[in-house]
C-alpha cells in the first residue's frame, strides 16, 4: 500500500484538473460526462478512494487524462487544450510514480 505522502501527486492533478473543469463556460457536449457537476461528482469518488488508499483501478485515473478522454474532450470544446497538455503530462509523471512507489 503507498502512503498518503506517495499518492500526493495524483490528488494535485485531480485538484488541478477539477480547477480546469470548473472553468465558466465550459462545453461538455463532446464528453461522456453531461456537466460540470457530474464530472466532479467521477474525480471527487476517484480521489477520495486514492486519499483513503482504499482499493483503486489505475485505469480510472489514466483514461481521465487519455487522447479522447473526457477531460481532453472538454478542454478542446472549451478553448483550454495547451492546458490540457500540460496536465496529461504531469498525469503520466504521477501515475508513474504513484507505480514506482509500489515496488
Keep these: 500500500m503507498v ?9 494535485q492533478v485531480l ?18 460526462w453531461e456537466n ?3 464530472a466532479l461528482l467521477e ?4 480521489q477520495t478512494r486514492i486519499m483513503a488508499n482504499m482499493s ?3 485505469g ?3 483514461v481521465l487524462f487519455a487522447p479522447t478522454g473526457p477531460i481532453q474532450e472538454v478542454s ?5 487544450g495547451p492546458e490540457f ?12 510514480m504513484y507505480r514506482k512507489n509500489l515496488n
Design 3 to 11: 502512503s498518503h505522502q506517495g499518492n500526493f501527486p495524483l490528488i
Design 15 to 32: 485538484e488541478k484538473a477539477k480547477k480546469l473543469l470548473s472553468l465558466e463556460g465550459n462545453d461538455y457536449s463532446w464528453s461522456s
Design 36 to 38: 460540470e457537476a457530474q
Design 43 to 46: 474525480l471527487n469518488k476517484l
Design 56 to 58: 483503486w483501478d489505475e
Design 60 to 62: 480510472d485515473f489514466e
Design 76 to 80: 478542446l470544446s472549451s478553448g483550454w
Design 85 to 96: 497538455l500540460k496536465l496529461a503530462d504531469e498525469a503520466d509523471q504521477a501515475i508513474q
